[in-house]
Nanobody
Framework: QVLLRESGGGLVQAGDSLTVSCTAS????????MAWFRQAPGNERTFVAA????????YYADSVKGRFTISRDNAKNTMYLQMSVLKPDDTAVYYC????????????????????WGQGTQVTVSS
């Protein structure tokens, strides 16, 4: 059974930092490239960041580049998204997603490439 679980969301002020985490089963995590997407009310789900199986390759949306850092700890089957200089526009439900490690890098920016999803964690940034 594939299970992804996010944690660490919350309410913060603009300019603050926050880290969200995603844990997965060892079977899933050891075979997957991973990503974070987010969805604000009334908007479609959008790409935030992705990371290869090894962790050596990372990809970011332009809107978060330089502020967010994606990482993974393969020994703990956990992925992280460190968010800094948060803005009210970052308010959304953050979802982690997994896909086959062989997925082409340019496809990692599309939610359609991901078969497995967590339930999401709410991040709210007040102004």
């Amino acid at each position: 059974q594939v299970l992804l679980r996010e944690s660490g969301g919350g309410l913060v002020q603009a300019g603050d930092s926050l880290t969200v985490s995603c844990t997965a089963s060892e079977r899933t995590f050891s075979r997957s490239a991973m990503a974070w997407f987010r969805q604000a009310p009334g908007n479609e789900r959008t790409f935030v960041a992705a990371i290869s199986l090894s962790g050596n390759s990372t990809y970011y949306a332009d809107s978060v580049k330089g502020r967010f850092t994606i990482s993974r700890d393969n020994a703990k089957n956990t992925m992280y998204l460190q968010m800094s200089v948060l803005k009210p526009d970052d308010t959304a439900v953050y979802y982690c997603a997994a896909t086959a490690a062989t997925t082409k890098s340019f496809l990692l920016r599309s939610w359609k490439s991901f078969a497995y999803w967590g339930q999401g964690t709410q991040v709210t940034v007040s102004s």
